[in-house]
């Protein structure tokens, strides 16, 4: 059974960064495309980015494109998040997740997917 863990969540005043990890056990993590979704309170949970199992294809969502990067590090088991520029929107809980049912190396941003999350890391962003 695969299971994820998020960090490096935390608050942060608007135009600094932070850095979440997502790290993996328990599976093969290699093989799946791993995503970054978030959900702000009152509001379904959305799309962030996502990395192909080899790091070669990434997909943003239009309002992070250029502040955000997406990583991974296939020997350690773990991906990445960098957070720059951060905006109060950006405001919400971050959660990682496998898709563990790609047959190609690529990615599909789809939340319907990703079968496997981790808990979430909370991200504050202050005016």
């Known amino acids: 059974q695969v299971q994820l863990v998020e960090s490096g969540g935390g608050l942060v005043q608007a135009g600094n960064s932070l850095r979440l990890s997502c790290a993996a056990s328990?599976?093969?993590?290699?093989?799946?495309?791993m995503g970054w979704f978030r959900q702000a309170p009152g509001k379904e949970r959305e799309f962030v980015a996502a990395?192909?199992?080899?790091?070669?294809?990434?997909y943003y969502r239009d309002s992070v494109k250029g502040r955000f990067t997406i990583s991974r590090d296939n020997a350690k088991n773990t991906f990445y998040l960098q957070m720059n520029s951060l905006k109060p929107e950006d405001t919400a809980v971050y959660y990682c997740?496998?898709?563990?049912?790609?047959?190609?190396?690529?990615?599909?941003?789809?939340?319907?997917?990703?079968?496997?999350w981790g808990q979430g890391t909370q991200v504050t962003v202050s005016s």
């Open positions: 997740a496998a898709d563990r049912h790609l047959i190609y190396d690529t990615v599909l941003p789809s939340i319907s997917r990703y079968d496997c």
């Open positions: 328990g599976g093969t993590f290699s093989s799946y495309a």
């Open positions: 990395i192909s199992r080899s790091g070669g294809s990434t």
